[in-house]
């Protein structure tokens, strides 16, 4: 038995020598070949535009002290502007090629991308875009090219903006499972699934007002790129006369219906290239890589610093999809003890969260206000808890489009009353005190206990919209009147006071460069999220490892997780949240 065991241990301990020495090489390469590739740019090379795997703004640093390894991602939207910006005076780029490409940003975002792209346009050379078929987010985005090519039975998606709310007040009926909720503001409605089996008059008219003034703001746009009427436009999204390649080229929606061939010998013959002859192409992606390992320019001494804010607002470090509470105050207080950092800007794309980090976060943006300027500047969304962090800076920039204001608090706990009775399970509670046992799930809830989480509501909310009063400069019942958790448009947020300029993170940058005056300057990016080996290892840190949402994602579709998502977010949130409303997916 001895000789057995001692067998079985050897067999263990080479298993585990084998994967040590195996992992031990992957973040080897890992650390090493991260920053190695390098894309050559020849000469008379055309920028191929694919974002279909940019979601985000930042791409992210990653700190893994227990290894020593330390990782940077250049793959954010804000990169591929940078790059965008480089390649206009890059004279081997030639032009950009927008090529079925498929986009996985926000309305906001798209602007930021597609004001890049007209910038660009300046310096004379082409910007040219092909699809068989173009949804109504990468026709906002292609609009902006010199020519448009459609495939002879491909489609242009033109007809308007909608979204959908998901309902589950029958579903709770049925099932026995009840949300409560404790809430303050006629339009927080981030909890009205819960509560009704349809959508409120006050949810329809916050609803219709944003999607009507982003839509307005994104007609602007195309009109002016297509030389369209805005009123022509609305006349071809209410009749879908953009349905067919003909219908889209009579309306002069596009320029060309062609197969993706001739597209490319359009191509050649801009480069004056033979038709046999191939024309060099550079994913964007590779640039951007390139560009941004190579442009630091350590000679300038002055900096300012962006802070990036996105995704939901919680406890704990953070990531790229969580303003985290550490990463952030962290964040503040490197950049507000560097000496080099002359401004902040603080970059948020974020619906909300939870009301006491939004608090804390504020408290350090109050902090470093005494320091140094802090400029915000509005992405996609700057809701809820994500106005909360902004309304304190010295000037605030949206785009028309972005989703703010929802200046409202709620509260939501899960109740199984009903549905442990129908299976026949009972509980009993014992307690010293009267309001000892707080909450239970298995018992309905407290008539103290509601009093109790109402009055909390009720204190967030004022303290909310008193950051906000004394931000913005305005009186509690001036806020109060646009608060209830009401959602705004960037363009409805300016007209209110909410923001201060219509404008993007570039507006941004200048006018803290002014503040500060400061007129060579370099940026540098936070957060720095400090990870460990489970993170590396367990949440997709490396290429051939997926995380579980990717796996789960793939066994049922991005859309049954979407609803699985939305589910499990809103059911798990602990304490009071200030968070928008609903989740925005704007079709």
């Known amino acids: 038995m001895r000789f057995l065991g001692n067998v079985l241990a050897t067999i263990v301990g080479l298993f585990v020598f084998i994967m040590l020495c195996f992992f031990g090489i992957v973040i080897i390469g890992a650390i090493f070949g991260s920053g190695s590739k390098s894309t050559y740019v020849e000469d008379n090379s055309v920028l191929e535009l694919n974002l279909e795997n940019i979601s985000n703004d930042y791409g992210g640093k990653f700190n893994y002290e227990e290894i020593g390894y330390y990782d940077a991602k250049h793959d954010g939207l804000t990169d591929v502007l940078n790059a965008i910006k480089a390649a206009k005076t890059d004279e081997k780029i030639k032009g950009i090629s927008i090529l079925n490409n498929t986009l996985n940003l926000g309305i906001a975002q798209t602007k930021a991308l597609r004001d890049g792209l007209e910038d660009f346009k300046k310096s004379k050379k082409f910007v040219l875009s092909y699809a068989n078929v173009y949804s109504q987010k990468d026709y906002y985005l292609n609009s902006i090219a010199d020519e448009i090519y459609l495939n002879p039975i491909g489609e242009v998606d033109f007809k308007g903006l909608s979204t959908e709310v998901m309902y589950f007040k029958d579903f709770q009926d049925q099932t026995g499972i009840k949300m409560e909720v404790i809430r303050h503001g006629k339009f927080k409605s981030a909890v009205e699934p819960f509560l009704l089996s349809e959508m409120s008059p006050e949810n329809r008219t916050q609803i219709s007002t944003f999607l009507n003034s982003i839509w307005d703001s994104m007609v602007v746009d195309i009109s002016k790129s297509r030389n369209i009427p805005v009123a022509q436009l609305n006349n071809i999204a209410s009749g879908l006369l953009a349905r067919t390649p003909q219908l889209a080229l009579q309306n002069k929606l596009i320029d060309k219906i062609a197969y993706e061939d001739v597209y490319h010998e359009d191509i050649r013959t801009k480069?004056?290239?033979?038709?046999?002859?191939?024309?060099?192409?550079?994913?964007?992606?590779?640039?951007?890589?390139?560009?941004?390992?190579?442009?630091?320019?350590?000679?300038?001494?002055?900096?300012?610093?962006?802070?990036?804010?996105?995704?939901?607002?919680?406890?704990?470090?953070?990531?790229?999809?969580?303003?985290?509470?550490?990463?952030?105050?962290?964040?503040?207080?490197?950049?507000?003890?560097?000496?080099?950092?002359?401004?902040?800007?603080?970059?948020?794309?974020?619906?909300?969260?939870?009301?006491?980090?939004?608090?804390?976060?504020?408290?350090?943006?109050?902090?470093?206000?005494?320091?140094?300027?802090?400029?915000?500047?509005?992405?996609?969304?700057?809701?809820?808890?994500?106005?909360?962090?902004?309304?304190?800076a010295n000037k605030i920039f949206a785009e028309a489009s972005t989703i703010t204001g929802s200046i409202g608090v709620f509260g939501v706990l899960p109740n199984l009353t009903q549905v442990t009775k129908k299976y026949g399970i009972n509980t009993e509670l014992v307690e010293t005190?009267?309001?000892?046992?707080?909450?239970?799930?298995?018992?309905?809830?407290?008539?103290?206990?509601?009093?109790?989480?109402?009055?909390?509501?009720?204190?967030?909310?004022?303290?909310?919209?008193?950051?906000?009063?004394?931000?913005?400069?305005?009186?509690?019942?001036?806020?109060?009147?646009?608060?209830?958790?009401?959602?705004?448009?960037?363009?409805?947020?300016?007209?209110?006071?909410?923001?201060?300029?219509?404008?993007?993170?570039?507006?941004?940058?200048?006018?803290?460069?002014?503040?500060?005056?400061?007129?060579?300057?370099?940026?540098?990016?936070?957060?720095?999220?400090?990870?460990?080996?489970?993170?590396?290892?367990?949440?997709?840190?490396?290429?051939?490892?997926?995380?579980?949402?990717?796996?789960?994602?793939?066994?049922?579709?991005?859309?049954?997780?979407?609803?699985?998502?939305?589910?499990?977010?809103?059911?798990?949130?602990?304490?009071?949240?200030?968070?928008?409303?609903?989740?925005?997916?704007?079709?």
């Open 271 to 392: 480069l004056k290239l033979n038709k046999d002859e191939d024309y060099n192409f550079v994913n964007i992606v590779d640039y951007t890589q390139d560009y941004a390992t190579s442009s630091s320019d350590f000679d300038v001494k002055d900096k300012i610093a962006v802070i990036y804010a996105q995704g939901e607002i919680g406890s704990g470090e953070g990531d790229l999809n969580v303003v985290g509470e550490g990463s952030m105050r962290r964040s503040l207080q490197e950049a507000r003890k560097d000496k080099n950092v002359k401004a902040i800007v603080l970059r948020i794309d974020s619906p909300g969260g939870s009301a006491l980090t939004s608090e804390l976060i504020w408290r350090e943006i109050e902090i470093t206000k005494k320091e140094k300027p802090v400029v915000v500047s509005m992405g996609n969304l700057a809701a809820s808890g994500g106005y909360y962090i902004a309304c304190n």
């Open 433 to 587: 005190h009267e309001n000892a046992s707080g909450y239970s799930l298995f018992k309905p809830l407290d008539d103290n206990f509601r009093a109790f989480t109402q009055e909390g509501v009720e204190t967030i909310y004022k303290t909310f919209v008193t950051r906000v009063a004394t931000g913005r400069k305005m009186t509690f019942a001036q806020v109060d009147a646009i608060a209830q958790g009401r959602v705004w448009a960037g363009s409805d947020a300016l007209k209110l006071g909410l923001v201060d300029q219509l404008g993007g993170l570039d507006d941004a940058l200048a006018y803290a460069s002014k503040l500060v005056k400061i007129t060579d300057y370099s940026t540098v990016d936070y957060p720095k999220y400090e990870k460990d080996l489970a993170d590396l290892f367990g949440g997709g840190g490396l290429p051939f490892m997926k995380s579980r949402e990717s796996l789960i994602k793939a066994e049922i579709g991005e859309a049954n997780y979407k609803v699985i998502e939305q589910i499990r977010r809103l059911s798990v949130q602990k304490g009071t949240q200030a968070l928008l409303p609903f989740e925005v997916n704007i079709k």
